[in-house]
């Protein structure tokens, strides 16, 4: 037989089998995604919201995003994930020569970057749906990787980081930000509420955030706290 459940109970059931593998509550849609949404496009309420929340500026991720693209050459390939509600496409010149990829586990969230991508008039964006820990990109392809506000909600980040490390080229450069554990007391209640709520992996400290880039054989590694953030640049040799 089948059995229609009530509409407004059935989201919370699923999210709570998936608790134990933040991807899943992120590719089921969690309520949370869409007030990241808000946080992540919105002009205007979106910078107090984000300081709020993470004791930093969002200016500094679209400045570091922005510097990152800037120095590539035209052709070059840029891989975005997980690229959220398209935090990143804001920093792309809008005549931009760029090969660019935003991928996700979500579907929802490709659909958002898609309108962010209309939105903001930046043409070329290639989306695809994805998992960071097994990504289908052969070795070696491409010249950047952005992976902005991600690596904390993984249930493997270190997983994640080889990955990425695997798909640059020689050369390549992997730029981003997560939360991590040693962020300050300030920011512990961050990861209780985000774990209860199903939308956090296990994180780690700056120390391990180093430790994986390294094991997945990365140089110049550089690591630059901004509140609750921290933001990271490494190199494929």
Known sequence: MHVVHPAPREPSRRYRRAMGDASASWRLDHPWAKVYERVST?????????????GSSVDELHARAAAALDA???GARVLDVPCGSGI???????DHALRYVAADISPAMLRRTRAEAERLEVPGIETKEADVHRLDDQDHTYDLVLTFTGLHCLPDPAMAVHELARVLRPGGRLVGSTLTTDAGLRHRATWVAGRAAGVLGPGGTRADLRRWMADAGLVDVDLTPAGAFTYLTARRP
């Open 72 to 74: 590539l050459p035209p």
């Open 42 to 54: 919105d002009d205007r309420l979106g910078p107090l919201l984000w300081r709020l929340g993470t």
């Open 88 to 94: 990143v496409l804001r920093d792309l010149p809008r």
